[in-house]
């Protein structure tokens, strides 16, 4: 355990399970009270029970300001204020452009971006006051490159990015670092998901679809959620407080 992290208070949206959990787990060993927030109360639940004495679990909509509020106001009495916030909520839906309506687009919007500024919103005060922080937003290597059929989530991804950048100079002299982790195709739900769509679309085998999202890896695999979680920590620490606005791919070299 780090002593210098020990009894500090992170919030990790999307907690409940994948990146979020393997994140939230990677904190706790090295010393954090994590709140992890979910929309499923059980999943955050089952995941909080898992270190009671370290973990909590809160729900919450990230798009809702209003939810979210009340999500802080009752991880804040439990763990006290939040140093360290890793927004990971997300989702992936695909479709090609011209049947990409406006309620795909903007479920895009409130999930992975929206819901970025909403939760940063509700925790930056806190921090300020603080005098330290530290703020990792899990994006994905489609904030720095296009993919095909997933123009929605592109764009949304690539926004956050932009945020990620925009905000690390807009507190570079306050003590809060900000600062995105963009994974590949990792071994989750969401690429779980994907590979069940393509194959109920095409009725290809579904070992064959799945090589297919790992052949985008230069290193021939799928990230593993404890990679992402490894990134996420060290950006928490205090060891990284000189990097700010950096947007780190986690892919084996698939964007550099």
Known sequence: MSMAMDGRHALVTGGGRGIGAAIALRLVAEGWRVTVLGRSLESVRAMA???PERLHAVTADVADAVQVGYALTDAQARFGPVQALINNAGQAESAPFLKTDADL?????????TGVMVCTQA???????GG?????NVASTAGLAGYAYVTAY???K??????TRALALELATKGVTVNA???????TD???TGVARVVAKTGRDPQDVRAEFMKTNPQGRLVTPEEVADAAAWLCGEGAGALTGLSLPICGGEVM
């Open 181 to 187: 982790v963009c994974p590949g195709y990792t071994d």
């Open 154 to 156: 592109c764009a949304a």
């Open 190 to 192: 969401i690429v779980r």
């Open 105 to 113: 687009w903007q479920r895009m919007l409130a999930v992975n971006l």
């Open 49 to 51: 029970a898992r270190h």
């Open 123 to 129: 925790v930056l005060p806190g921090m300020l006051d």
């Open 132 to 136: 330290w922080g530290r703020i990792v």
């Open 158 to 163: 690539h926004g956050v990015i932009g945020l």
